[in-house]
């Protein structure tokens, strides 16, 4: 059975979290106080709810406890954020997902019992940064404080050439997660895979060796 979200607060990162859900095949509910937010999004997602979610009972009354994941998407209302995180903990809701504008609202959150904390806006930042210092790095999603993912196009020195030929795991502290062939995906590529010069590779590994890689 496919997990289920709900999806709190529904502006400009809240929606887009919710319709790329959705648009994987997910049971999405999103909630929000304004109208329009919920009339807006109510054809892209699985149920959009116009609610006033500050108290416990208004969650009860949605269900949420039964959703596998809840992301508190409220917009700077770092004190709605902050309650409503602790309520959803207090109700029993299995992983909370909570977007932070600061550092100490993320700390505060972190207290109260956030499962995971995002912060978009710096998180984009470091994106973007990346994306712009390093021409073969078409993607960067930073998973802790020292690893990453990035999508990165084949060096032209590895086109051509094997998983194995390249072995980037022992030349380079990086792991090929998957190769995009065009619209086709490699998954667990074997190591005989073969490197095209259109492939993107996507890898994991820690941040200093990515870099290193992605200077090649």
Avoid: W
């Avoid at 994306?131 to 051509?160: G, H, Q, T, W």
């Amino acid at each position: 059975m496919k997990r289920q979200f709900a999806v709190i607060g529904l502006g400009r990162f809240g929606s887009s979290v919710a319709i790329t859900l959705a648009d994987m095949g997910y049971e999405v509910m999103g909630v929000d106080k304004n109208e329009e937010l919920v009339e807006a999004i109510k054809e892209s997602i699985t149920y959009a709810v116009c609610a006033d979610i500050h108290d416990e009972k208004t969650l009860e009354s949605l269900g949420i406890r039964n959703f596998d994941v809840v992301v508190v998407a409220i917009g700077d209302d770092i004190q709605a954020s902050i309650l409503v995180t602790l309520i959803l903990k207090e109700m029993g809701v299995e992983h909370v997902v909570v977007k932070a504008v600061n550092e100490i609202h993320g700390k505060v959150l972190e207290r109260v019992g956030a499962d995971k904390i995002v912060f978009p806006e710096r998180d984009m930042g470091i994106r973007l940064a990346h994306y712009m210092a390093r021409a073969n790095i078409l993607d960067f999603i930073e998973i802790s404080e020292e690893y990453s993912l990035i999508e990165a196009r084949v060096p032209a020195k590895m086109v051509d050439k094997t998983l194995k030929d390249i072995d980037l795991r022992s030349k380079y502290g990086v792991s090929v997660l998957a190769i995009k062939k065009g619209h086709q995906v490699v998954v667990s590529p074997p190591a005989e895979q073969r490197l095209g010069p259109n492939d993107i590779l996507i890898l994991v590994g820690g941040n200093r060796e990515l870099d290193r890689f992605s200077r090649l």
